[in-house]
């Protein structure tokens, strides 16, 4: 249950409170007595810092004849979905200047002192120097805590970007919890655990840590047993041995890589110079990537290949993606290159783009069964997918029904200020309609979030991208507690239309940004599309916990029961 401090506010002393159980997604309601006088839902006795009564939200109050977008929010019923942020002829001159200034209408949780609350070790955010670097000691402190408290000894890095300012609270934060801070060659700052032992090496050679690229023929010059050692040493033990196999081949086989016209880079088919000269797994060169989309750079497509295989794999390979790893090949004409190895999937059928999907879901289903459908859509919506086209789900197997494979996720997990561009074309599928199954109700919730953001850590994924992961799997677990389906979810997440205005989500990330006063906003760029925008520094790489939080309450009253299908339709 959150608790909500109710205090004397000028005029607004007399306002109604909302509550939501995260776990159940029940909502609890305060009104005042001057509102609704005759309510029994009036806490007749509520102090001025209450805890509220439970209660459900009555059928009166949720079909109430109010302005669903933002005309008036001074009304007696304080709205209770996120959603209804959306564009209104009364506010439709702040849209079109980046919300300019929003605090005249959006949502207020009094949840002022939360980030005072947040934690038990002082990070002296009452002597800052402004609010803006007490939010980043505050940010600073929560993410350098979890080194502090872990048993293992993991390595935070941070860019080389951060100012001069930065870089000292990093070192202030670190001292304050024992921490050691070293800079490493290329001038980011690693943070970690004092060695406690005795030892020569006074510090870890962080150096390389997030360097979790395979060359392949200089480990196959040593032999197969040296090749296999090496990977279960250095990389991640995604379960199986699919990727050690996997790379053993293409060092054994002496595979020729031939080009293939497909997608914005550069792509080889890996097959070998002998017998049918079998394709064996298809590489994607760093070098030659081509894709551009807000929050990613040029080089990460590699990485993030790799990430989806890893974060599958180590739950059990539910949702199918190829074994994937970062390797170093050797590609004719060229040095050895860089680059995402993912085994090939032969495919009789072809893509999800050849195939005529039936609007029937009967006849749909008959041809690809429904929990195929939904586990793409988990996999995207776990990792924030941004070219999920039809184009890229294969069709296995040589007759109807088909089983999906997911390829190319090199556009997955951009960092969380830059959530405009979500593609999820599954979405269409009838099969997309159909509320989860209990064996995919059972997934979704144990879902480790902390475990994945650090796999994705070592991986050498960015922060401020591992934040999105964080977000978006805990909107997949909230909505799919609450019974929503794939397709409610992608219209939550996706935009409409021109794409100019922000989606749903993207309008959740900006009312608790707002709620803490981090400075992330909306800007219009030169094609009239609002795009978001956080200064860089330490903020942008991770807000503090309380974001979470409040982020968390938001996507439970959005997810909730008491708004149907209906108006989350009709608002989206």
């Not at 007696?76 to 209804?84: A, E, F, G, N, Q």
């Not at 988990?378 to 924030?384: E, H, P, S, T």
């Not at 707002?514 to 807000?543: A, D, H, K, M, V």
Request: hydrophobic share 40%; with cysteine.
């Amino acid at each position: 249950m959150i608790f909500l401090n109710h205090k004397e506010d000028g005029d607004r002393n007399k306002r109604n409170m909302v509550i939501v159980e995260p776990n159940t997604c029940q909502s609890t309601v305060w009104m005042d007595k001057a509102t609704f006088p005759n309510s029994d839902l009036t806490n007749q006795n509520a102090p001025d810092q209450c805890n509220v009564a439970s209660a459900h939200i009555p059928t009166w109050c949720v079909n109430a004849p109010v302005d669903r977008r933002l005309k008036d929010f001074d009304g007696p019923l304080r709205r209770l979905s996120i959603s209804t942020l959306l564009p209104s002829k009364s506010n439709s001159d702040r849209m079109q200047k980046g919300f300019g200034n929003t605090s005249s209408w959006h949502w207020k949780f009094p949840f002022g002192n939360l980030l005072k609350r947040q934690s038990s070790i002082d990070c002296d955010s009452t002597i800052a120097a402004s609010p803006l670097e007490a939010l980043q000691r505050q940010s600073l402190q929560d993410e350098l805590q979890m080194i502090h408290t872990s048993k293992d000894r993991p390595v935070v890095s941070f860019p080389i970007y951060f100012t001069d300012h930065d870089r000292k609270l990093v070192h202030q934060i670190a001292s304050k919890l024992n921490l050691r801070v070293r800079i490493a060659s290329d001038k980011s700052l690693h943070v970690f655990k004092p060695v406690r032992v005795l030892s020569r090496k006074k510090y870890p050679n962080t150096d390389g840590y997030n360097n979790v690229a395979v060359n392949v023929p200089e480990l196959a010059s040593r032999g197969h047993d040296h090749f296999i050692h090496h990977l279960q040493l250095k990389r991640l033990d995604s379960a199986g041995g699919n990727r050690s196999q996997l790379l053993w081949e293409l060092a054994n086989n002496n595979n020729d890589a031939r080009p293939v016209e497909s997608g914005l880079g550069g792509v080889y088919a890996m097959q070998s110079k002998e017998g049918n000269r079998q394709v064996v797994a298809m590489f994607k060169p760093i070098e030659e990537e081509r894709f551009v989309r807000e929050g990613l750079r040029a080089g990460e497509g590699a990485v993030r290949e790799e990430a989806a295989y890893v974060l599958d794999a180590t739950t059990g390979h539910f949702c199918d993606v190829p074994p994937t790893a970062v390797a170093k090949l050797q590609v004719p004409g060229s040095k050895v290159q860089q680059g995402a190895v993912q085994r090939y999937m032969e495919s009789a059928k072809g893509s999800l783009e050849d195939f005529v999907m039936p609007e029937s879901l009967e006849m749909a289903q008959a041809q690809v069964p429904i929990h195929e459908v939904h586990k793409i859509g988990v996999l995207d919506i776990r990792l924030f997918n941004t070219d999920r086209h039809l184009g890229n789900i294969l069709m296995v197997g040589e007759s109807a029904p088909y089983k999906l494979i997911p390829i190319d996720h090199g556009c997955v997990l951009p960092s969380w200020d830059h959530l405009a561009e979500a593609r999820m074309e599954w979405s269409l599928l009838p099969q997309a309609n159909v509320p989860f199954t209990p064996q995919f109700q059972h997934y979704i919730k144990n879902l480790n979030v902390e475990e994945d953001a650090q796999k994705l850590r070592r991986l050498g994924i960015r922060e401020e991208c591992v934040t999105t992961m964080v977000i978006s799997t805990t909107f997949l677990q909230i909505a799919t507690a609450a019974g929503r389906t794939l397709a409610w979810m992608a219209k939550v997440l996706q935009r409409v239309g021109c794409l100019k205005h922000p989606s749903s989500f993207e309008l959740m990330i900006l009312e608790a940004s707002l709620e803490i006063s981090l400075p992330f906003r909306f800007e219009t760029n030169q094609w009239g599309e609002e795009t978001g925008n956080i200064p860089p520094g330490i903020l942008s790489r991770r807000p503090p916990n309380a974001f979470f939080v409040i982020l968390r309450s938001l996507m439970t009253l959005n997810c909730s029961s008491i708004f149907d299908e209906k108006i989350h339709n009709t608002h989206l």
